[in-house]
């Protein structure tokens, strides 16, 4: 099968990544049903990169429906130990303007109805998250949108709402009161995915409106998301390409370990089927077949 240690994860108007070679498309069936579609590997700048689109191609899944946990499964098994995620947000920060990009270091959860975890059923982990995003990763993408002339916020906090409907105006000014700077749909479950996988994950957000809070900007449309991404993909393939040559060759970041000590369960109680089910997740720590019944 073939290899990548970088993954792309692609958003609203971002279904594929021009410039890369030597491609192939790879199936991969989880014990999380089918990912969001084929993932493309091939050579990016020279790298070995993998491509998902997030919401499919042709924009067939709402975010409510993404198989986060396939997702980041199926990525983990290609060998993956970076994702950028890219993803359009709406602004609840004056400071914020449509067209910026944020590469935000906080999350907030509002998602009711997503599995956020590959744990359970017989064994239990409870990971460390109060930096939710790879600080090494997130540096990278704020340096490189500098260098190609993005206006980028080095830091901020994303709201994920369940969506698939924008906010209300009472529920923005709620978040404007929490201290968000962006609102989005899918950061939430693959943060949390990716940090159980022990996958660097960093996000670079797409500012597309000011979200309902704005009283004298027009009424988010989803006419209006999609040509401000359209105006913004350019740039951010742009900052992909660079970006992705640039990865460290060793990782020293607290996500390359965050599964260990983790994982409260003892190894002999753990489920054969689960121990299994979760190999490419916890064979680093709990060697499946050490543990064979």
């Known amino acids: 099968m073939a290899e990548a240690r970088i993954a792309v994860i692609g958003g609203t108007n ?14 991969i069936e989880t014990p999380f049903a089918p990912p969001s579609d084929r ?40 060998g993956v130990e970076f994702i950028v995620s890219v993803s359009a947000v709406g602004s609840l920060s004056d400071d914020v303007h449509p067209m910026d990009l944020v590469v935000p270091d906080q999350l907030i959860d509002r998602t009711r109805m997503r599995p956020s975890t ?31 002339g993005a206006r980028v916020h080095p830091q901020g906090t994303y709201l994920v709402m369940e969506g698939p409907m924008f906010s209300t105006k009472a529920e923005s000014f709620l978040y404007r009161g929490w201290g968000a700077h962006v609102i989005g749909m899918t950061a939430l479950p693959e943060a949390k995915l990716a940090r159980e996988a022990e996958i660097c994950y960093a996000t670079l957000a797409c500012v597309t409106d000011y979200d309902c809070w704005h009283e004298t900007s ?11 991404l359209q105006r913004n993909a350019d740039t951010a393939k ?6 992705v040559s640039r990865m460290p060759d060793h990782r020293f970041c607290p996500c390359a370990s965050a599964l260990e000590n983790s994982i409260i369960t003892a190894p002999e109680l753990i489920p054969p089927e689960v121990k299994e089910r979760l190999r490419p997740i916890i064979d680093k720590y709990v060697r499946c077949e050490d543990y064979a019944q």
């Open 118 to 148: 590959f744990f359970g059923e017989g064994i239990v982990a409870h990971v460390g998250f109060a930096e939710p995003f790879c600080p090494v990763l997130s540096q990278l993408l704020v340096q490189t949108a500098r260098e190609v």
């Open 14 to 27: 971002l279904y594929e990544i021009e410039g890369l070679t030597e491609v192939d498309e790879v199936s």
């Open 218 to 228: 027009e009424v988010v449309t989803i006419d209006m998301v999609v040509q401000n």
């Open 238 to 243: 742009r900052i992909v390409r660079q970006v």
């Open 39 to 78: 993932i493309t590997v091939g050579n990016l700048e020279g790298v070995p990169v993998a491509f998902l689109p997030r919401h499919g191609k042709g924009h067939r899944i709402m975010p409510s429906e993404l198989p986060a946990r396939a997702n980041i499964y199926a990525l983990k098994s290609l």
